[in-house]
């Protein structure tokens, strides 16, 4: 062989050596990447949102270590009497940003915001846009109020919240239930809202009807808080205004007695001629005055006193 074609041979064969050594050592690292595995805990089934975890739905699985998130858990004693915030599915790691702070009762209670209160209105088919609103969804609050005046019914609408997440359904925390099925429309409707809120929502459900309007899960912003208060006391302002002012009422009739009469009999010879006097006593004894013990016969026919009909025999 000549040594032209020898020397290119020599240098492929060192070449090939250095990559399969190059090679190997890459496996030898990866397998080794590999071998450094920590036990995590995981789901065993599916545990649903604001629900204690129950001890027998956790287990432990052994995964890379470069795999495990932030804030996983690697005791199963840890999650003991922990709720959680939201769905967990089975096979998923369970970390801490899937939990209610610790202290957190289950139901409820571990679903309203800081800040926030719950509150359940009575809902139909109607009002409910046919049983289409879960837990989770974002609806605005109008209420409706009617009110009969004089005969006829005057009716108002305003949306007094907006914006307002569903935290409940009936008892329903999930828009899915225990078979996988959608939520069924249910009578109440519970509504995380803020406390200066609670009164406009519990006066518009007793004073009238309340509708909620499903918005898309788009993250679309509503108007402030306090532009809805306003729009509130607008409604109720709308109706005072259109009560007609009370008319005056007219002052009493008092009854005035009816005066009190007297009778004289004057007689003039023979002839006794009766008169009927509406006026006071002394009246009586001015227009018949004593004259000798007898009253002097007038020229003319005896007359009443002013205003007093006369009344013969």
Known sequence: MRPRTFVPLLLGLGVGVVAIRMGRDMLARASGSQGEQVGVVISGQDIDSAALIPPNALKQQRVPASLVPPGAFTDPKKLATRVTATMVPAGVMITESMLAPPGTQPGLSSRIPDGYRAVAVKVDEASSVGGFITPGSHVDVSAVL????????LTSSRIILQNVRVGAVGQSLNSTGPDGKSVQLSRSVTLLVRPEDVPKLQMAASKGYVHLALRNGRGESGDSMGDAAKRFGSLFASLKKRRPEPKPQPPPVVAQAAPRQHVVEVY?????????FSGPISSVMERV?????AVPEPEGPASAAPGVPEVGE
């Open 289 to 293: 005055p004593e004259t000798g013990g």
């Open 146 to 153: 009617t009110q009969r005046l004089n005969g006829k019914e």
């Open 268 to 276: 003039r010879g023979s002839q006794m001629e009766r008169v009927v």
